[in-house]
């Protein structure tokens, strides 16, 4: 089974520094790795998607790699900003039309 | 532009009750599952759904029904509530599974059972 981890549990961080959340998964047979943010009380909300055939994807202050070999993933915040104060979630897709959900980074921007 | 969207958003039961949560999708999306989470665990799937009329079990199925009439709709039914299903269920759909959609979320459902 699909085991996947994230550390740290929190993080806090002044507003403007550049920070990078962890994820590692056990199986290397995946389809893709998503990370989401979830709001308190919210739903989660796709942030980026690597497929399996690709080593990273960005969108904005957001990047995300994937290193498939060795079962690694690393989410790279650019410039924090009070507003990215949030839980991030890593998600592995496996063949079996599920996705593998880590525990979170709650992560905390101060000003 | 809807999105997702799951009813209710609180529900306390009683043990032994029987409910149904509500998830409805206005994106056409074939792929639709329910996932739980709780504190300390990562989301887990209970059930999915690849298209009107096809429906499997997840990793977490057992005490929990589903069915899909409709590309729209895929209600999650609770058969007799037990307090270890107190959590909060989330309804996520995507266009198909291939590997290159993202997966949407509702905003989810908080359920208590005493």
């Known amino acids: 089974k699909q085991e996947v981890t994230q550390i740290p549990a929190a993080l806090s961080v002044p507003e403007g520094e550049n920070l990078v959340l962890n994820c590692s998964f056990t199986d290397s047979a995946i389809y893709n790795l998503q990370w989401f943010r979830q709001d308190p009380g919210k739903g989660l909300t796709s942030l980026l998607l690597?497929?399996?055939?690709?080593r990273e994807q960005t969108s904005g202050r957001l990047n995300a790699s994937l290193d498939k070999s060795s079962g690694r993933s690393t989410l790279y915040i650019a410039a924090s900003q009070p507003g990215d104060s949030a839980t991030y979630l890593c998600?592995?897709?496996?063949?079996?039309?599920?996705?593998?959900f880590g525990t979170g980074t709650r992560l905390t921007v101060i000003p | 532009n809807a999105g997702v969207t799951q009813t209710p958003k609180f529900q306390v039961l009683k043990t032994g009750q029987s409910m149904t949560l509500q998830c409805a999708q206005d994106?056409?999306?074939?792929?639709m599952s329910w996932y739980r989470q709780d504190p300390g665990m990562g989301l887990r799937l209970i059930h999915y759904s690849v298209g009107a009329g096809i429906t499997d079990q997840g990793e977490v199925p057992n005490g929990y029904n589903v069915s899909r009439s409709t590309t729209e709709d895929f209600p999650l039914r609770l058969l007799s509530a037990a307090p270890s299903q107190t959590s909060v269920y989330f309804c996520a759909s995507s266009p198909l599974w291939t590997g290159k959609e993202k997966l949407f979320f509702g905003s989810g459902t908080q359920l208590s059972v005493l």
């Open positions: 994106m056409n999306h074939e792929y």
């Open positions: 690597i497929q399996s055939s690709q």
């Open positions: 998600a592995v897709g496996t063949g079996a039309n599920n996705l593998f």
